[in-house]
């Protein structure tokens, strides 16, 4: 997804495979971030699932998330 069409998304949480496009990369490297604890936006590590909060993701890129996870 380009990061307008998240803008104008409705989903409460997005995925790796979301966001990839919008920073130019595998899905499968925002996945590993997670885990690994290196990811710089919010998100919540399911098992091994990786959810992401789409308005603290959009605040996080507008530079307005001040929350910590």
């Known amino acids: 997804m380009t990061l307008d069409e998240i803008r104008r998304s409705d989903k409460p949480y997005l995925i790796p495979t979301d966001?990839?496009?919008?920073?130019?990369?595998?899905?499968?490297?925002?996945?590993?971030?997670a885990q690994n604890g290196t990811l710089e936006f919010p998100y919540v590590q399911l098992g091994t699932r990786?959810?992401?909060?789409?308005?603290?993701?959009?605040?996080?890129?507008?530079?307005?998330?001040?929350q910590k996870e």
Request: charged letters at 25%.
């Open 19 to 33: 966001v990839a496009e919008v920073f130019g990369c595998n899905p499968h490297a925002i996945r590993i971030a």
């Open 50 to 66: 990786t959810k992401i909060p789409r308005e603290r993701f959009l605040a996080w890129m507008d530079g307005t998330d001040l």
